[in-house]
C-alpha cells in the first residue's frame, strides 16, 4: 500500500528568543566540514558491520547530495557577497565556488584588517538575499535533546526508549527525516539602521596549550518571533509516531529550554515553540520524482 511505511507531519517552529548563525566562511565550511562528512559518510556505509567508534555516528546515514552542498556554499557565499557590494552570478560547481569564495575572502579579510568589518557566524542566504537554514539544525536538536535524556533521564518511559547514544543514533537514522533540504525564517536577519546586519557579541573561553584564553565571539541574529516551516517524514512503526507523535511532541517541547543554533545553551539564544500536525498525504515532491513511490 503506497504511504505505508511513513506518515507526514507539519511542524511550525516561532522562536521565542533571538537565533544566532552558526556557519563560518565558505571555504573552511566546504573543506574541513562538508568535504570530511562526505568522505567518512561513504566509509562508514561501506562498513558491514564493523563500523569503528569514530564512524559511528555516521552509520546509516544517506550521502550529503552534491546539489546539497553547492546551495549551501551558495548560501554561505552570498553573505559574504552582501558586505562586499557584490552581485555577481555565483557558479553552480564546488571547486569553482571554493575559487570564488576564495576571492571573496580575500577582499573580506583586507576590511577586517582595516577595522571595518569583523568576522561574524552567518546565516546561509538564498537566491533573494534572504537568510535560511539547513534542516540537519532541527534534526540535529531532536537527536541532541534525546542524547541529553538517554544520558541523565530517571523516568522509566524515556530512559526506557532512549537507552543510549548509539539507540538515539539508531532510530534517528530513520525514524523521523526533514523533507525540505533548507527553510527560510519568516523575519530577514536584524539589522542597524544604515542596513549592516546586527551582531551579536559575547565573550566566549577556550583552552589553548593548557592555557585559558578568553575571545569575542561574534554572530548574525535572527530575531524572536520569526517563523520556520519544515515537512517532516516520520517512519509509522516508530516509537516516534506512537501516540499522535506524543515522543516527537515531547523532544519538540524541550526547544523551551535548548533550541536552535549558537549560545543556545547558557545564552539562552535559540528557544522555540512549536505546532505539529499530522498530514493526510505526502507533501507535493520534486518534479524530477512526480510518479514515483
Known sequence: MKGYNFIYVLLRIKL??????TCTAASIYAEHVLKTAQKQIKKANKLSGKVSKALQKYKGTDPIPDMKEVKELQGIIRSYQEV???????????????????QCEEEFD???????EQKPTIFMK??????????????????????????NDTSPKESKIFKSKV???????????????????SEDIAREANGSPKICERPIKFERMGKTETAIALSEIVPAKSEYTVHLRVRAGSPIADNDCALLR?????????????????GLKGQYRYTLVKLDKEPP???????WD
Open 84 to 102: 562586499l557590494g557584490k552581485a555577481d552570478e555565483l557558479p553552480n560547481e564546488v571547486e569553482a565556488l571554493l575559487e570564488y569564495s576564495r
Open 16 to 21: 521565542t528568543n533571538e537565533q544566532l548563525g
Open 110 to 116: 583586507l576590511l577586517v584588517k582595516e577595522g571595518k
Open 285 to 291: 515532491v520534486d518534479k524530477d520524482f512526480e510518479g
Open 250 to 266: 515531547m523532544l519538540l517541547d524541550y526547544g523551551k529550554s535548548n533550541g536552535l543554533g549558537q549560545w543556545r545553551g547558557s
Open 167 to 185: 539507540a538515539v543514533q539508531e532510530m534517528f537514522a530513520l525514524d523521523v527525516k526533514p523533507i525540505e533540504y533548507f527553510i527560510r525564517p
Open 126 to 151: 538564498d537566491t533573494d538575499g534572504w537568510p535560511m537554514i539547513s534542516t540537519h539544525m532541527i534534526l540535529g536538536n531532536f537527536k541532541e535533546n534525546a542524547k541529553i535524556i538517554a544520558n
